[in-house]
């Protein structure tokens, strides 16, 4: 059974930092493309960024370009979603997103597995 497990989210400062983490099970994901995306309060889900299954390639979304960065560690089938100056504006449940295809898409719709999520709250 495929899984995507996320974990790291919880409440921070402004100005801070958090690590996301996605484990994946079920299979291997080396030859995916991951992604995370969020979903703000009363919002509709959005891409947050991608990367490549060799991960060599990522997108991010403008809002957090610069902010955050995206990882991958195939050996273990995880996918990290480092945040720093965060803002209020980055609270929003935290989604990973997994699909059989090599490059990123930012379309919600592209991806086949999906995590529970993790709340990510930050605090002004």
């Known amino acids: 059974q495929v899984q995507l497990v996320e974990s790291g989210g919880g409440l921070v400062q402004a100005g801070g930092s958090l690590r996301l983490s996605c484990a994946a099970s079920?299979?291997?994901?080396?030859?995916?493309?991951m992604a995370w995306f969020r979903r703000p309060p009363g919002k509709e889900r959005e891409f947050v960024g991608g990367?490549?299954?060799?991960?060599?390639?990522?997108l991010y979304a403008d809002s957090v370009k610069g902010r955050f960065t995206i990882s991958r560690d195939n050996d273990r089938n995880t996918v990290y979603l480092q945040m720093n100056s965060l803002k209020s504006e980055d609270t929003a449940v935290y989604y990973c997103?997994?699909?059989?295809?090599?490059?990123?898409?930012?379309?919600?719709?592209?991806?086949?597995?999906w995590g529970q999520g993790t709340q990510v709250t930050v605090a002004s």
């Open positions: 997103a997994a699909d059989r295809r090599w490059y990123v898409v930012d379309g919600a719709n592209a991806y086949a597995y």
């Open positions: 079920g299979r291997t994901f080396r030859t995916d493309s």
């Open positions: 990367i490549s299954w060799t991960g060599a390639g990522a």
